[in-house]
């Protein structure tokens, strides 16, 4: 992708390529990768006059959550350095905040909120955990307050490969890259302890818990394992995560969202998704949204449609829609967006819902924008 603007500047290319396909007879015809059911949107990550935009090569956005309420959409970039940030969409702002930098060289992947607002992440490669407290916080039109940023003395020191926040016991999860150690981490006492090792979880890039503190990930040969907080009970069951054949060894979770009852919906590196029933254990594939690896982040819409993003880093990102009641699977297409700037979204790492039912991508290019994605508005039936 790095190849395509070699001679010329990249937002020239963006315009270029949206303009050429714009023209094109078979665009005319019906012929078009980009979305086109509902609308989207584009904002610059800092407003000129208020906060100084989030600089090209830090930019890439590669983590977003949405706030308490869903007032607000947190996210954090990736690169030269990783910045946190925030987007307050109220009409006294509308514009992206950058809270400050979480370091040098490095990237945040996992971003996590508990019940009371405050946000968690981690950063890599040194698996250094920190916290955000938002209230006081708030945003204008022509200014802006945020706090500090802060990290814990304590440290998993070695690069994080997904974590997950249990509210209830206010203890951070986590699965290590290289070691795939399952890690604990209790925020009220501050104690960072290993709990198990499990084969090859590392390779994996999300891990999911339910209502009853049962924590889902994936291990050797796409095998799911379940570990109990309550009882610190690890069993690897019998399930396989949806896989071409004799490929199972290459398959690991790429992405997973709880619906807060009962499923789990996911996707895999090969680019399949699935569903699974915590209580009963049944898993239920739907295939491959697009002919490509990686289903980098799911959410769960306000309309009841799971949407993620497809497509493997450095190629071209499409946005789906799976529709839980009937199993059906729909490919919106590539991302494009004409206001304020004319821009095509190649590579998404993030997704996050906002208050009103909107997805926010995460854009994660050396030059990356936050866009807003407002699914269509179903027609009533009329009879």
Known sequence: MRNRTKDIGEEEYHLQQSEMMLATEDFREGGFAFITEGSLALRELGNYGVTKPISNGESAITALITGKSSKKIYGATSGKQSHLFYYDPSPAAEHVVDIGILGKDSACRNLMVDKDGVIYGIL????????????????????????????????????????????????????????????????????LKIVKEIEKAGKSNAIAIDKKGNIFGSSRNCLLFCYNTGNNALEILDIQLPSPKGMEYLNHIDSL???????????????????????????TGYGRPIPDHRIRSLV??????????????????????????????????????????????????????????????????RISYLLIYYPPVKKRNIK
């Open 124 to 191: 890599n490669p040194s698996g250094r955990i920190f916290r955000y407290v938002p209230e006081g916080e708030y945003s204008l039109i022509w200014t802006y307050k945020v706090n500090e940023i802060e990290f814990f003395d304590e440290s998993v020191e070695e690069e994080v490969a997904s974590a997950v926040l249990q509210s209830e016991t206010n203890i951070i999860y986590g699965i290590t890259k290289n070691t795939s150690k399952l890690f604990s981490f209790n925020i009220d006492t501050r104690s």
């Open 257 to 283: 969202v709880y619906d807060g009852n009962e499923y789990i919906y996911g996707g895999t590196t090969l680019g399949t998704i699935f569903r699974l029933n915590t209580a009963t254990l049944e898993l």
């Open 300 to 365: 769960i819409g306000n309309d009841g449609m799971i949407y993620g993003c497809a497509g493997a880093p450095e190629k071209v990102s499409h946005l789906f829609a799976l529709n839980p009641k009937n199993g059906e699977v729909k490919d919106l297409g590539i991302p494009m967006v004409h206001f304020p700037k004319n821009w095509i979204c190649y590579d998404i790492s993030a997704l996050s819902v906002g208050r009103n039912g909107e997805i926010y991508i995460g854009k994660s290019e």
